[in-house]
Each structure stands twice: as C-alpha cells, then as structure tokens.
C-alpha cells in the first residue's frame, strides 16, 4: 500500500516532465501555444483519473474489509456480551433442571433457531431428553443405545440426524449440536435445529459449545453435589454407628453382664453382693442416659451461618452444662469469631469440642471447663481446660469390663482437616486438649 501511494505521487509527476520537456524541445515547433499546454492538461488529467480510480478503489475495498470486521467484531461482543448473561443467570440458579432450561432457551435465542434439545445418556447408555425449547411435540424421549453424544459438527458419534428423533423433522431442517463432556467422556449434546435452510458460521459453533460447556459444567456440578450429600450422610452415619458401638452397645452389654451376675447371686441367697452389682447397673443405666441426651444434643446443633462455629460451640456448652451440671466457659477473641473454616473443618473441629466434653463429664471428676478459641500466628488454637484429676492419674478402680473411651476419634478428626491435637495435665493440676487448626490457604478472617 506504500508503494501504491507513491505511484500515484510519482506517475503522474514523471509524465508532466516528460511532456514538458518534449513540448519545449520536439513538440514546440510542430504544436506551438496553447496545442501544447491542452495536450499536457488532458494527459493529467487522464492519468489523475485513472490512478484516483484505482486508489479509490482500493481505499473502498480496504473499508469494506473493516467494515465486515467491525461488524464481526460486534457481533462477536453482542455473542460475548449474551453469553455472559447467561452464565450470571445461571450461576444464580441452584436447580439443575432451571439451569438446563436456561441453556436451551438461549441456545435458541442466540442462534435464532426454531427448537433446541438437550440430551444426556442414562445410566442404561440411552439418550434421554433433559431440556427443550420450542414446539418440541410429542417427539420421544428415548433414543436406542448411544453412549456417545453428538461432537459439534456431527461427524462423531450417532448422525446428527439421530436428532430429529428429539425434534420434529419440519422444525429441524438445518441442525447443530455440540457434546457435553466430563474429561473424555460424552455424556449428552446440546442441539438446535431451524425450519429455514441455512448454514451455521464458526460463531455459531463456538456460541453453541460454549453454551455446551455451561450445561456439563452445572451437571457435574450436581453430580458432585449430590455425591457430597451422600458422603455426609454416610460419614453421620458411621459416626453415629462408632458412637452406638462405643456408647450404647458396649453399656448394654456391661448392663445385660451384671443383671446375670446379680440374678445368680439372689439365686445362692447373696442378696448384699447382688444388691452392689445392682448399685453399678444403675450407675451404668443413669451414664448411659446421659450419653443418648448428648448424642441428641450434638445432632441438634448444626453450625448455621448465624452463629458460626463459635456460636454454634457457645450454645452446645451452655445447653450440655444444663444436661451434665458442669460449669463451662466459653471465650473467643474478635479475630477467632471472624474466622470462618471450611464446612468440613467446622464440623470436624465441633465434633472435637462434643467428645471432648463428653469425656471430660466422664473420667475427669471435674466440676468446671474453661473453653478458649484465639489466633496465633497463621493457627487458630482451641483450648479445653478442666479442673478434674487430669490424664496422669488413674480413674478409680473403674470395673474392668466398663467400656474404653480412648481419644482415637478425635486424633482421627484432627488428621482428617490436617490439624493437631494434644492432651494432658496441666500444672494445677487438671486435664487440658489443645488443638490447632492451621488457617493458611482455608480461610478468609475479617478484620
């Protein structure tokens, strides 16, 4: 194009020289004034036609060439713009099914198409209508074994006619699909169809997988959702299973030991000894009592946003004091009520904070808890104190079949959110459980 400029300066420069100098020289005698001057102003102003034509249209092919780009451009911003829409809708939406609705009824907005289909593969490796848009009909809802999906421009997988057994043929006549995908695994397509005749553009291809990848983003997402809700009912459920074996089982069976015991002997007439094994059988059916008050207790005190985990830690300890005559305190610093734990180590670490108290109430013949959360350095250390006979000495003379309770469950919680535990006597004497649970890269303290 530099060049070009040039030769529209130069050209004409060159040829009014040349014919000066011929008019000054041959043409002068033989075309005097003014047969010379009108010669030299039609040449110039024939080569100032030409090459302002040829510039002209150059400048005017340039400008349509910007001009389709602008207008790509902008249609590429007006597709942007809409598919962002669609992901802050979407992400605002917790229903699976309103998500995919969402995604077909944009999908057919955006690429002005008549109908659009979403299809997942069962469990049964048949596709299954999942969402639609448009006068779908009664078309089926089922499609013989796939396993495949559709890829973007149908040239994998089951045809891209397949589709029209979702759609009705004479909404389908041009049709696109894009696949949804988990890692490399195919799991549904995303479809639209049009009744005109028409051919879809790379835009409208890139459009209909980015809206695909919307879809199989919010579908794993419910797939992990769902999955996370079962691990949590199972993990209950094993907790409340350990604590059964460990509380209830182990106590009825040490109940069931001593009523044989104390039947043989009101049976051989020693009704003094009979009436001890009946004194430890009520000791052991009142404990016993007191353990299902607990566990009713830490099923009901969920970590809600409102109070927190030491909210939630306050009000268990004011509600098991009630139950077991023990005087706790509970004291938090501002930073340690700011800090907010993941959902998994809040639990972990109120978990903790039950058995530790149950423990206490059990084996620490004490009659006061002082409970103390606060940040040190990049931690947040938790802290039990209690003025009982501490873990040095030895409970008294417990009978040797009364269940064990060890503090395995809570190392085992404070391994699983990478936190550590310890226990002891302190110098006055009186148990203490300290445990620090480091915050770096786990939480977001508010100052």
């Not at 809708?89 to 198409?113: Q, S």
């Not at 848009?133 to 396993?147: C, E, H, K, N």
């Given at each position: 194009?530099?060049?070009?400029?040039?030769?529209?300066?130069?050209v004409?420069?060159?040829?009014?020289?040349?014919?000066?100098?011929?008019?000054?020289?041959?043409?002068?005698?033989?075309?005097?004034?003014?047969?010379?001057?009108?010669?030299?102003?039609?040449?110039?102003?024939?080569?100032?036609?030409?090459?302002?034509?040829?510039?002209?249209?150059?400048?005017?092919?340039?400008?349509?060439?910007?001009?389709?780009?602008?207008?790509?451009?902008?249609?590429?911003?007006?597709?942007?713009?809409?598919?962002?829409?669609?992901?802050?809708?979407?992400?605002?939406?917790?229903?699976?099914?309103?998500?995919?609705?969402?995604?077909?009824?944009?999908?057919?907005?955006?690429?002005?198409?008549?109908?659009?289909?979403?299809l997942?593969?069962?469990?049964d490796?048949?596709?299954?209508?999942?969402?639609?848009?448009?006068?779908?009909?009664?078309?089926?809802?089922?499609?013989?074994?796939?396993?495949?999906?559709?890829?973007?421009?149908?040239?994998?997988?089951?045809?891209?006619?397949?589709?029209?057994?979702?759609?009705?043929?004479?909404?389908?006549?041009?049709?696109?699909?894009?696949?949804?995908?988990?890692?490399?695994?195919?799991?549904?397509?995303?479809?639209?169809?049009?009744?005109?005749?028409?051919?879809?553009?790379?835009?409208?291809?890139?459009?209909?997988?980015?809206?695909?990848?919307q879809?199989?983003?919010?579908?794993?997402?419910?797939?992990?959702?769902?999955?996370?809700r079962?691990?949590?009912?199972?993990?209950?459920?094993?907790?409340?299973?350990?604590?059964?074996?460990?509380?209830?089982?182990?106590?009825?069976?040490?109940?069931?030991?001593?009523?044989?015991?104390?039947?043989?002997?009101?049976?051989?007439?020693?009704?003094?000894?009979?009436?001890?094994?009946?004194?430890?059988?009520?000791?052991?059916?009142?404990?016993?009592?007191?353990?299902?008050?607990?566990?009713?207790?830490?099923?009901?005190?969920?970590?809600?946003?409102?109070?927190?985990?030491?909210?939630a830690?306050e009000?268990?300890a004011?509600?098991?004091?009630?139950?077991?005559?023990?005087?706790?305190?509970?004291?938090?610093?501002?930073?340690?009520?700011?800090?907010?734990?993941?959902?998994?180590?809040?639990?972990?670490?109120?978990?903790i904070?039950?058995?530790?108290?149950?423990?206490?109430?059990?084996?620490?013949?004490?009659?006061?808890?002082?409970?103390?959360?606060?940040?040190?350095?990049?931690?947040?250390?938790?802290?039990?104190?209690?003025?009982?006979?501490?873990?040095?000495?030895?409970?008294?003379?417990?009978?040797?079949?009364?269940?064990?309770?060890?503090?395995?469950?809570?190392?085992e919680?404070?391994?699983?959110?990478?936190?550590?535990?310890?226990?002891?006597?302190?110098?006055?004497?009186?148990?203490?459980?300290?445990?620090?649970?480091?915050?770096?890269?786990?939480?977001?303290?508010?100052?």
């Amino acid at each position: 194009m530099s060049r070009d400029r040039w030769l529209i300066v130069a050209v004409p420069a060159l040829v009014v020289g040349t014919i000066e100098a011929l008019s000054e020289t041959v043409l002068d005698p033989v075309l005097p004034f003014p047969g010379d001057a009108i010669i030299v102003t039609v040449v110039v102003l024939i080569l100032s036609i030409s090459l302002s034509g040829a510039a002209y249209r150059r400048i005017d092919s340039l400008g349509a060439v910007l001009a389709a780009r602008n207008r790509d451009l902008e249609a590429r911003a007006v597709s942007a713009a809409a598919l962002h829409r669609v992901s802050v809708a979407i992400t605002a939406l917790a229903d699976l099914r309103l998500i995919l609705d969402t995604v077909v009824d944009n999908a057919r907005t955006l690429l002005a198409a008549d109908v659009a289909v979403i299809l997942l593969v069962g469990a049964d490796g048949r596709l299954k209508r999942a969402a639609r848009s448009g006068p779908i009909g009664d078309t089926p809802a089922g499609l013989g074994a796939a396993g495949q999906g559709l890829d973007s421009r149908g040239s994998d997988g089951p045809a891209l006619d397949d589709v029209l057994l979702f759609l009705p043929p004479d909404l389908a006549r041009s049709r696109l699909a894009s696949a949804l995908s988990r890692g490399s695994e195919t799991i549904g397509t995303l479809a639209v169809g049009s009744a005109a005749a028409r051919s879809f553009d790379s835009e409208a291809v890139e459009t209909l997988a980015s809206l695909a990848n919307q879809a199989s983003i919010a579908i794993e997402n419910a797939r992990l959702q769902a999955r996370l809700r079962e691990l949590a009912v199972e993990t209950e459920r094993e907790r409340i299973a350990r604590e059964m074996h460990d509380g209830l089982a182990q106590v009825l069976g040490y109940v069931s030991t001593k009523s044989q015991a104390a039947d043989e002997l009101l049976a051989t007439g020693r009704v003094a000894d009979a009436r001890g094994q009946l004194g430890e059988l009520t000791a052991a059916a009142r404990s016993i009592y007191v353990d299902v008050r607990e566990a009713i207790l830490g099923l009901r005190s969920p970590i809600t946003p409102e109070l927190g985990l030491v909210g939630a830690i306050e009000d268990y300890a004011r509600r098991f004091a009630e139950a077991s005559k023990l005087a706790i305190s509970v004291d938090a610093s501002a930073e340690a009520r700011a800090t907010t734990l993941g959902p998994e180590a809040e639990a972990q670490v109120f978990r903790i904070v039950q058995e530790s108290l149950t423990n206490v109430r059990k084996h620490a013949a004490a009659g006061r808890v002082d409970v103390g959360l606060a940040l040190l350095d990049d931690d947040l250390v938790l802290e039990l104190v209690d003025d009982g006979r501490g873990f040095a000495e030895q409970s008294p003379a417990p009978p040797a079949d009364w269940p064990h309770y060890g503090q395995a469950a809570m190392q085992e919680r404070a391994a699983g959110i990478g936190a550590r535990i310890a226990w002891g006597t302190g110098p006055q004497g009186g148990g203490f459980i300290r445990l620090v649970v480091p915050l770096a890269g786990r939480v977001e303290v508010a100052r």
